[in-house]
C-alpha cells in the first residue's frame, strides 16, 4: 500500500479515523492473548526431558531453506502438494502486505521501507495475485474436503471423531481473511477515483480488481464504510486466527519452523535411553523410556504441536495399511490432544497417568516394524521411530513384552540368537563337507585372521532356507578374491532388531561382545548380507572397521571387471527389486542393487508403484518375525501383490528377513508356481561367469 493510499483511507471514511482507538485495543489484545497462548504452550516442553538439538546451525538453516522455505517434500503428493506450496508462497509474499495493513489503522502514513514508489506498486499487484490465489486454493481445498473427501484425511472410529469441521472452519477464516484483504484494497481504489483523484493500479483479474468493478457504481460514502468494515474484518479474523490456531492442526503454521530447525540430523540413529548418559552410567538411570507425557522430550512434544493432521504418515504406513491397530499421525494427535487436557490456558497442569493403557495401547506400539516409512514422508519432519522405542523402553522396563516375544528374548540372553540354537552350531552352514569342498570359510580368532569379516548374523546362520544367502556370500566374495572369515560361534545376534524393541541392555550385551570378537581377530571391514546387521554395525556400533553390504560389494566388483554375468537364465521371467527397509529408506542403498540386476544380459525388469524410498515393508523389522499382530492381512501378502499388479513374477530382494517374509506371502497369497522370490547374493551367484 502506498502513502497516498494510506492517507486516503482516512480522508474517505470518517469511520476509519474514529476507529483508531479500537484498532489499536484489538492490536495490543491480539497480540498479548497470542504471546499468553504460547507462552501456556511452552511449559510441558519446559518440563520435558532433554533433547541436544542446538549444534550445527548451519546445517539446520539449510534444511530450514529446504524443507520448510522450499517445500521440498510437498510434490510427493501432488494434488495437496501444489496447494500447500501455492497457499504457503501466498502467505510469504502477503507477509509484509499484513503488517502494513495492521499498521495503517493506527498510523495512516506507515509504508514498510523500501516499498514506496514503484517497488510498492510492483509489490501490491503481486499481492494482489497473491491473495487471489490464496483465496482460490481455500475453495478448492473446501470443495476437496466436502466432495471428494481423500481417504487419508478419513479418522476411524477408534481414533474418535472426523476432523474435517475444524478443518473447514479454519480453511473459511482463512478465505475471509483474503476477502477482507481485497475488499479494503478494492474500496480504496474506488474511493479514489470517485474524488477525482488518481487511483491505485489493482492487478488485472484478480479478487481485488473484480471487487472494485463490482464497487464502482457504489455511492462514496458506502465505498469509504465499507473499506472501513473491511478493515476492521481483516484485523479482527487476523487476531482470531492467530489466537485460534494454537488450539489445534493450525498450529504448524507458527511451530513448522522451528521443528524443521530442530529436526534430527542423523536421523537413521537410534535416540539413546537418555541424553547425557553414557552407557557405562546407564544402571543408574532410575527408569527406561518413556511412560508419562513428560518422558518425551522437548523436541519430541513440539513435533506433536507440529503435525499438520495430512496423514501422509499414516497412508504409507504398512502396519496401517493392514490393518493393524497404529497409525502413525494418531501417535501425534492423541498426544496433542492430551497436552491440551492436561497443560490447560489457566491454572496448574494436571497430572497424568501413564500413557500405555490410557492414550495408546500395548498393541499400537509393538505393530511398528520401524521400517521409517512415515518420517520419509512427512514434510514437517515429524520424527515416530524414536518415539516408539522409547515408549517399548518403557513398557520392557515395566516387564510389559509380548507372549510371543518372550522365548526370543530369553534364547537371545542366554544363546546369543533368537532361535535358543547352539554357539557351536553357528557355522554349520560353511562346514558342511559338500559345501568346503568348493569354498572355504574361515573361522577367524586371535590366531586366524583376515582382512575381510564376513558378519552372518542370526538368521542367515540358523534359518535353512537363509543359509543359502550365506553360501551366496560366501561364494562371491571367494570368487573376488576376498581374504575373509566369519566369527563362527564367538559371532552374537547384531541385536539390531532388540535394540528396535526396546531391550537396551541386552542389545549392549550381545554388540559388546561382538565388538570384542571382531577386534580380536584384526579384520580391517566387514561385509554382510543383512541390511539389519549392516544398519546395527553401522550405526549402534562404535569403534568397528568400516561395514559394506554385499550388494555394494557386487556393485564394486561388476565395475572393476572382477565379476561378469553369464545371459539370465529362464529369460522369460520378469523380476522386480524389493527395497528393503534397512538398506533403502534408511541407508539410501537404491542404485547398487539395481544397477547389479540391470548388468545381467538379458534380464527383464519392472519397478513397483512403490519402491525406493517409498517401498512397502515386507513386515520383518523390530523383531516382528516372532510377533503375532492382530492385522487383516499380512504385509509381504500386500507386497507380493503390488510386484504382481507390476508385471513380475520374480522378487529379488536382498535381506534374509524379507526373503522370508516374501516366500510365505507367495503361499498364503496362492501364488506358488506362478512367483518365486530371491536373495540377490542368491541371483548373482547363480548368474556369475567362472573360468
Ligand atoms: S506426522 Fe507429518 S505426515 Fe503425519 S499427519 Fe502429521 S504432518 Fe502429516
Ligand atoms: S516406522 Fe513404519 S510401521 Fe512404524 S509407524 Fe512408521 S510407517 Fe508405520
Not at 299 to 306: E, G, N, V
Not at 541 to 562: F, T
Not at 651 to 662: G, Y
Amino acid at each position: 500500500m502506498t502513502v497516498e493510499g494510506a492517507q486516503f483511507v482516512v480522508q474517505v471514511s470518517p469511520w476509519f479515523v474514529a476507529g483508531r482507538p479500537l484498532f489499536l485495543l484489538i492490536h495490543v489484545l491480539g497480540i498479548a492473548c497470542f504471546a499468553y497462548i504460547v507462552a501456556r504452550r511452552l511449559v510441558p516442553l519446559v518440563r520435558a526431558e532433554r533433547d541436544p538439538r542446538f549444534n550445527q546451525p548451519l546445517t539446520r538453516l539449510a534444511r530450514v531453506l529446504k524443507f520448510w522455505l522450499g517445500q521440498w517434500k510437498h510434490p510427493r503428493y501432488k494434488t495437496a502438494g501444489t496447494l500447500h506450496i501455492l497457499v504457503f508462497a501466498g502467505f510469504i509474499l502477503l507477509a509484509v502486505r499484513a503488517f502494513e495493513v495492521l499498521i495503517v489503522g493506527i498510523s495512516p502514513n506507515f509504508v514498510t521501507p523500501g516499498l514506496s514508489g514503484r517497488a510498492g506498486r510492483v509489490y501490491d499487484i503481486v499481492t494482489d495475485y497473491a491473495a487471489t490465489v490464496v483465496f482460490l486454493c481455500m475453495v478448492f481445498a473446501v470443495i476437496r474436503r466436502l466432495v471428494f473427501k481423500p481417504a487419508r484425511y478419513a479418522v476411524p472410529e477408534r481414533y474418535g471423531k472426523a476432523h474435517t469441521a475444524d478443518a473447514i472452519f479454519l480453511l473459511a477464516l482463512i478465505a475471509i481473511l483474503m476477502v477482507a484483504d481485497s475488499l479494503f484494497e478494492a474500496a480504496k481504489a474506488v474511493a479514489q477515483g470517485g474524488q477525482g483523484q488518481p487511483a491505485e493500479m489493482l492487478a488485472v483479474l484478480s479478487l481485488p480488481w473484480l471487487l472494485q468493478i463490482a464497487l464502482l457504481s457504489a455511492p462514496l460514502p458506502t465505498v469509504g464504510n465499507l473499506c472501513a468494515g473491511a478493515y476492521l474484518l481483516h484485523e479482527v479474523t487476523f487476531y482470531f486466527l492467530l489466537c485460534y490456531r494454537p488450539f489445534g492442526i493450525q498450529f504448524h503454521v507458527e511451530t513448522s519452523l522451528f521443528n524443521i530447525y530442530f529436526a534430527k540430523l542423523d536421523r537413521e540413529a537410534l535416540k539413546p535411553v537418555k541424553w547425557g548418559v553414557s552407557d557405562e552410567h546407564l544402571d543408574q538411570v532410575k527408569s527406561f523410556g518413556v511412560k508419562t507425557f513428560e518422558d518425551f522430550t522437548w523436541k519430541h512434544m513440539l513435533d506433536f504441536y507440529s503435525c499438520a493432521d495430512c496423514g501422509r504418515c499414516s497412508d504409507n504406513c504398512p502396519a496401517n495399511a493392514v490393518g493393524r491397530p497404529l497409525s502413525p499421525r494418531f501417535i501425534s494427535i492423541k498426544a496433542r490432544d492430551y497436552t491440551f487436557q492436561h497443560y490447560p490456558m489457566f491454572g496448574r497442569p494436571i497430572n497424568g497417568k501413564a500413557l500405555i493403557g490410557n492414550i495408546y495401547s500395548d498393541d499400537e506400539i509393538w505393530s511398528c516394524t520401524t521400517c521409517g516409512a512415515c518420517e520419509e514422508e512427512c514434510p514437517l519432519l515429524v520424527e515416530y521411530v524414536d518415539k516408539i522405542v522409547d515408549l517399548r523402553r518403557g513398557m520392557v522396563d515395566d516387564g510389559n513384552v509380548p507372549q510371543s516375544l518372550q522365548k526370543p528374548l530369553q534364547a537371545l540372553q542366554s544363546r546369543g540368537n533368537p532361535y535358543g540354537k547352539m554357539e557351536k552350531k553357528k557355522a554349520d552352514w560353511a562346514n558342511a563337507p559338500e559345501f568346503q569342498q568348493f569354498c572355504h570359510v574361515k573361522t577367524l580368532g586371535k590366531a586366524n585372521g583376515a582382512d575381510t569379516l564376513y558378519f552372518v548374523d542370526s538368521i542367515t546362520s540358523f534359518d535353512d532356507r537363509m543359509q543359502s544367502i550365506g553360501r551366496a556370500t560366501a561364494r562371491i566374495l571367494d570368487h573376488i578374491g576376498e581374504n575373509f572369515g566369519i566369527l563362527g560361534a564367538a559371532e552374537r545376534d547384531s541385536g539390531h532388531e532388540v535394540r528396535r524393541f526396546g531391550e537396551e541392555t541386552l542389545f549392549m550385551a550381545l554388540r559388546d561382545a561382538n565388538v570384542k570378537a571382531i577386534k580380536s581377530c584384526g579384520v580391517r571391514r566387514i561385509v554382510t548380507s543383512d541390511p539389519h546387521a549392516y544398519n546395527a554395525l553401522r550405526r549402534d556400533y562404535k569403534d568397528v572397521p568400516p561395514v559394506e553390504h554385499i550388494s555394494q560389494v557386487i556393485a564394486r566388483e561388476l565395475k572393476s571387471g572382477k565379476i561378469k554375468f553369464n545371459p539370465v537364465e529362464n529369460g522369460d521371467s520378469v523380476y522386480t527389486y524389493h527395497d528393503p527397509c534397512y538398506l533403502g529408506r534408511h541407508n539410501q542403498i537404491y542404485e547398487d542393487p539395481r544397477d547389479v540386476l540391470d548388468a545381467i544380459p538379458g534380464l527383464k525388469r519392472v519397478e513397483m508403484g512403490r519402491s525406493r524410498d517409498r517401498s512397502f515393508c515386507c513386515g520383518g523389522g523390530g523383531l516382528m518375525l516372532f510377533y503375532e499382530p492382530k492385522e487383516d492381512q499380512r504385509m509381504g501378502v500386500k507386497r507380493v501383490q503390488m510386484a504382481a499388479e507390476a508385471g513380475a513374477n520374480v522378487i529379488v530382494t536382498a535381506c534374509p528377513f524379507c526373503m522370508t517374509n516374501m516366500e510365505d506371502a507367495i503361499k498364503v497369497a496362492g501364488l506358488e508356481g506362478k512367483m518365486t522370490a530371491i536373495d540377490l547374493a542368491e541371483l548373482a551367484d547363480r548368474q556369475m561367469a567362472r573360468p
